[in-house]
């Protein structure tokens, strides 16, 4: 007996596809600005009913939102920005998307609800294995050390009685026991606090997607659930992206009048612009063909505070250069001609997916990259027994050690690392891993997904090289033996160095002789007190 997998009403299977492409501030070639930095947009795609009535389905969220938890994460919303930020909700990420779903979870604050303090939080901070610490603008072209597991985040306590459109960061699973020891000098600063609980309350991770990259067309592809009513619906994309400001849009970051001396020079101010802006294309199910849409023009923009979901009308307050507000996604063509968002509905053949079952595990290699910051695979395309292949889930992970167990049901807590677009048999596609850290450990895996149902996960482990000596960063010793290297000694040595090296090619060379033979003393200083205690006298002896 046939046996029909997939289907609406009768057995009919549709499958809805919608594509736009990302833009850089200022358009093609896209190039970093330390002074205008651009970190990529945030991104949801969801669907519903055409007269608004009912939320259908998310199919997308990026991931710094669907796993990381920009949305929900300890610290005030408004706070200065940086690279991979630890602190500050985000609440203006995706609040259309946030609001329309309605979704309700507890909000995460820092300790003892002090979000705006950000210095003061060793006894509820652990290491932080995504995140970087916050830096300087002149350290974000050399911010190699991030993330590091010398990095103490606070990462919050739920608050039961205050409330979050948004899920708190599902990639805490994986917490190790020797990062803690590097820590010793303060006690209970290994402390987790609510944080083992999030990715259990974390609900779209199975949907979190890498942040589109520039300069190439996105495609996501989404089955229509069985059951779903024939009808009129509509695709909305959301689209936001921090320090995207104009003479229209531009708000201060708060900094807290207290921390001044200490914080004033991390971060960066700007971040807070233009909101999310939203496209809509409208579409149908259950006429039995196939059709196409597109859209050039927002549908409205948010609140540039996310305190709410309303989605206001244009006028004429949102820009449109390349990569900045309504231009953050491109006009490209497609079927129905230029659009920045596309979206076709396709009937597809109903399937006995007693004949053409799952498609089959993902073969892949994987060698990390000189720099220790990436990892190149190669991926080996999975439909060579026929079944059909929509696309296919690459993550990664950061592993506490090289023998972490591998839990295949935490693969969607994972990162998601970049898009395989689906090929004919026997095909390999190749494709780069970025923003790794020197020297760590991690789990890279692949599943392809199919009508009738996704492979088994394919995964493998992998060691980061050393940066090359010539990029220099942090104080090895100094971070390891005072436990953050935001701390003012260790912060008065950068300053020394810095000094050194730009003065004299023999303090260079000095230099990159320190960092190639003080990262195994660094362990060994970080795992022991005594040692520890030592190294800060002698530094804390130095002249200035």
Request: proline share 9%; hydrophobic share 40%.
């Amino acid at each position: 007996m046939a046996v029909i997998c997939v289907g609406r009403g009768a057995g009919a299977c549709e499958v809805v596809s919608y594509t736009f492409q990302a833009e850089c501030f200022g358009g093609a070639p896209c190039g970093f600005d330390v002074q205008h930095p651009d970190f990529g947009p945030q991104v949801a795609v969801w669907v519903e009913s055409a007269d608004g009535s009912s939320f259908v389905d998310t199919l997308m969220v990026t991931s710094a939102v669907g796993i990381h938890g920009i949305g929900n994460r300890p610290g005030t919303w408004n706070l200065r920005s940086g690279p991979r930020f630890p602190y500050g909700r985000r609440e203006m990420a995706l609040p259309i998307w946030a609001h329309a779903r309605g979704k309700i979870y507890e909000l995460v604050e820092m300790e003892a609800g002090r979000d705006d303090q950000i210095t003061s939080h060793e006894d509820e901070s652990s290491p932080e294995p995504y995140f970087c610490r916050p830096m300087m603008v002149s350290e974000v072209v050399d911010a190699i050390t991030c993330p590091s597991g010398r990095f103490r985040s606070c990462k919050g306590v739920l608050d039961s009685t205050m409330q979050s459109y948004y899920p708190p960061r599902a990639d805490l699973f994986d917490f190790g026991s020797t990062p803690c020891q590097i820590l010793v000098q303060y006690p209970g600063s290994c402390d987790p606090g609510d944080s083992a609980m999030y990715d259990f309350l974390n609900d779209v991770d199975t949907v979190a997607a890498a942040t589109p990259a520039y300069g190439s067309p996105f495609t996501g592809t989404w089955v229509v659930p069985a059951g779903l009513p024939a009808g009129d619906y509509a695709l909305f994309v959301e689209v936001s992206k921090e320090f995207d400001t104009d003479a229209a849009n531009q708000h201060p970051s708060y900094l807290n009048a207290g921390e001044m001396l200490y914080f004033d020079q991390y971060g960066q101010e700007g971040n807070v612009g233009a909101p999310s802006v939203l496209y809509r294309v409208p579409f149908s199910l259950g006429g039995g063909g196939a059709s196409s849409a597109a859209t050039t023009d927002i549908a409205g923009y948010g609140d540039w505070t996310g305190a709410t979901g309303d989605v206001n009308a244009p006028d004429g307050t949102i820009g449109v250069a390349p990569g900045s507000g309504a231009g953050r996604l491109a006009i490209i063509d497609g079927p129905t001609g230029p659009g920045r968002v596309h979206v076709a509905q396709n009937g597809c053949a109903a399937l006995d997916c007693a004949t053409a079952p799952a498609p089959e595990p993902v073969a892949f290699e994987v060698a990390p990259d000189p720099s220790g910051t990436a990892a190149r695979l190669r991926v080996h395309q999975s439909n060579e027994a026929g079944q059909p292949v929509l696309g296919y889930d690459l993550r990664v992970s950061f592993m506490a050690a090289g023998n972490s167990p591998v839990d295949p049901s935490k693969f969607a807590d994972w990162t998601p690392a970049g898009t395989i677009a689906p090929g004919p048999p026997d095909v390999e596609t190749d494709l780069t891993i970025t923003g790794l850290t020197p020297i760590s450990y991690y789990a890279v895996g692949v599943r392809a997904r199919g009508v009738c149902g996704d492979s088994p996960l394919t995964f493998q482990r992998f060691l980061t090289p050393a940066a090359p000596h010539t990029q220099i960063s942090g104080c090895f010793i100094a971070t390891a033996a005072f436990g953050s290297d935001l701390e003012p000694e260790v912060r008065a040595l950068r300053a020394v160095r810095d000094a050194a090296i730009a003065r004299s090619s023999l303090a260079r060379a000095a230099v990159d002789l320190y960092y190639r033979a003080s990262p195994p003393l660094a362990r060994l200083i970080a795992q022991s007190p005594t040692a520890g205690a030592v190294v800060r006298r002698l530094i804390r002896a130095l002249p200035n």
